[in-house]
């Protein structure tokens, strides 16, 4: 890695399942606002950068750098689709609304659980990845990806209108289907998760292949393959396609 390139942003993603009756679990996706800067117009997960409260709310309870990307990605979850997850106990609706709104009014996470009394339970997030592209005159976020079941009795998801202006829930052979026709745009560390999780039925067994896929950094880089540029990745974490042509990547 160049050391001229830009600082990354540290930033968490949670990805949530929903299970079916019949047929493989729902993810929660979110479509970026056009205006926004890094992937506009796209489909992500939800999730965004680790701020200074988060960073504070680990150290209060002895983690560092993996609680306060946890943190985010509970905090982040709640602010834009209105989902508690990653909390001890669900609160009731009218406490959920207060938390929500006490986020978008700048308030900490610790400020928002501390005046509705609630508290996490950080456990229900497992480690999926992390990514940290390379790429020049872009953005560069380095982003912890997190799997979380959606709870049984959980509320419906609202999307917050501001960063992102819907949300969805579909599989993921769903949204690559979608993408593939031009329906949709996912970036390429999304499609290369969204091809991950399609290999699994349920979220026990996502967790499962987690557990055992050592997680490490992923940093895309570009090498010429059959007399095309292509984008790749290791072919050791997890993914079950490692490389697209560049020409057809959407890279944020």
């Known amino acids: 890695m160049n050391d001229d390139l830009p600082e990354a942003i540290p930033a968490a993603t ?29 489909m992500v997960f939800p999730g965004g950068r680790i ?5 504070a709310l680990a150290a209060l309870n002895g983690g560092g750098d993996e609680m306060a990307a946890r943190i985010a990605a509970v905090r982040e979850t709640i602010e834009e689709a209105g989902l508690p997850i990653g909390l001890s106990s669900l609160p009731t609706g009218e406490r959920l609304v207060q938390i929500r709104a006490a986020l978008h009014g700048g ?31 872009m953005r560069i976020f380095d982003t912890r990806f997190y799997l979380a079941e ?83 990745i290791p072919d050791d974490c997890g993914y079950p396609i490692t490389s697209e042509v560049i020409a057809r990547a959407m890279r944020g």
């Not at 929660?28 to 800067?37: D, H, N, Q, T, Y």
């Not at 701020?51 to 960073?55: F, N, T």
């Not at 501390?114 to 390379?134: F, I, K, N, S």
């Open 14 to 42: 949670l990805i949530i399942f929903r299970e079916a009756t019949d047929g493989p679990p729902e993810l929660l996706m979110v479509e970026r606002a056009k205006a926004m800067v890094f992937a506009g117009g796209a």
């Open 51 to 55: 701020d200074p409260g988060d960073h």
């Open 107 to 137: 308030a900490t996470l610790a400020e928002a659980l501390a005046e509705a009394e609630a508290t996490l339970d950080l456990a229900q997030l497992v480690p999926w990845a992390r990514w940290r592209p390379a790429h020049r005159n």
């Open 150 to 232: 959606l709870p049984a009795d959980a509320p419906h998801a609202t999307v917050d209108q501001t960063e992102n202006v819907r949300l969805v829930w579909a599989t993921a052979h769903q949204v690559l289907a979608d993408a593939d026709a031009g329906r949709l745009e996912v970036i390429f560390p999304t499609r290369r998760n969204l091809e991950r999780l399609a290999q699994f039925n349920s979220f026990a067994e996502a967790a499962a292949h987690a557990h055992a896929t050592p997680i490490r950094t992923v940093t895309p880089w570009s090498e010429t393959r059959a007399g095309e540029e292509h984008l790749c």
